[in-house]
């Protein structure tokens, strides 16, 4: 038996990912006809039937999913070692959501820097879920709660909520001794729609109003600039209330807790770069317990 071509392997592996030819053509940046046809090709060169065609998308037979799995490693240890061939600095390129990493990331870049000069780090910020394959990306942090298919995962700390203002904002209000004494307030509130889910009925009931932001890094600025009280994830907010420049809103009500949490997620080996991608994953997790200090 002669040895399948690179090509057809590459095309059989983002099919056999995607389970779905079109998706598999743009990973690849080819068209979905070739793709189609390289897997064919492959098929009639092993003489086993790869995949089930139906009528939407596609599906591993037994033979196709335990072939997939040992070309998917091995194309990774091909493209691991051509990656460390290539000369220069190694850069580790990290996906996060962006007010994450206006907030939080960016800010403690020089601290790596001096830790690490010899690494660098590349953003995403994007809500987008990473694809490790195709997306050039060796980390991401997300919210959510595991298991992450096929994937590592460090939990970095649950997204603990913060009602914070401007000193000179919080100055105006009074005491807030349950949720109900926020009609008076200005209240800010990021894409995940936070203050409705705190206030439920009491919003309604009381006339409150909200304003709305789609990143949790708006409403932070808007605090910032004394236009009312962000109910934010703590993580982002921790520097901002060391310099003092945001006060916690003392509240005799508790809001409620959120059930979602902080995940640093990547793939079991690495694809490039195996110790820089270590060392920036210890210093994200310490960075995470020092910016909140009963993080898991």
């Known amino acids: 038996m002669s040895k399948p071509s690179l090509n057809k392997l590459r095309a059989f592996d983002a099919a056999g990912e995607h389970l779905n030819f079109r998706l598999a053509a743009e990973a690849l940046n080819l068209t979905q006809g070739a793709v189609a046809q390289q897997v064919r090709a492959l098929e009639e060169e092993l003489d086993l039937p790869l995949f089930y065609r139906l009528p939407r998308g596609l599906r591993l037979t037994d033979a196709g999913a335990h072939y997939h799995a040992a070309v998917a490693q091995a194309l990774e240890i091909i493209d691991r070692a051509t990656e460390n061939l290539k000369p220069g600095v190694p850069r580790i390129t990290i996906s ?4 994450l990493a206006s907030k939080w990331l960016v800010p403690r870049l020089p601290r790596f820097q001096d830790l690490h000069p010899d690494i660098e780090i590349a953003t995403v910020a994007t809500e987008r879920l990473a694809n490790f394959k195709t997306d050039d990306i060796d980390l991401a942090i997300r919210i959510g709660s595991p298991p992450f298919k096929a994937l590592q ?6 997204m603990r909520l913060c009602a914070v203002c401007s000193p000179a ?11 109900s004494d926020l009609k008076d307030t200005r209240l800010l509130q990021d894409g995940h729609d936070t203050w409705e889910a705190a206030l439920g009925e009491n919003r309604i009931a009381n006339g409150i109003r909200i304003l709305k932001f789609n990143h949790s890094g708006l409403a ?3 605090a910032l600039d004394g236009q009312g009280i962000a109910l934010v994830p703590e993580v982002l907010v921790t520097e901002e209330i060391r310099r003092k420049r945001l006060v916690v809103v003392p509240m005799t009500q508790a809001l409620p807790a959120s059930d979602k949490s902080y995940h640093l997620v990547f793939p079991q080996a690495a694809q490039r770069h195996a110790p820089a991608r270590q060392a920036v994953i210890d210093w994200i997790v310490t960075q995470f317990q020092d910016s909140v200090p009963d993080a898991q």
Do not use: F, M, V
């Open 96 to 99: 996060l959501p962006p007010s």
């Open 153 to 158: 995962h460090r939990q970095l700390s649950a």
């Open 169 to 179: 904002y919080g100055e105006t209000i009074d005491p807030i001794e349950n949720l």
């Open 220 to 222: 932070i600025d808007a």
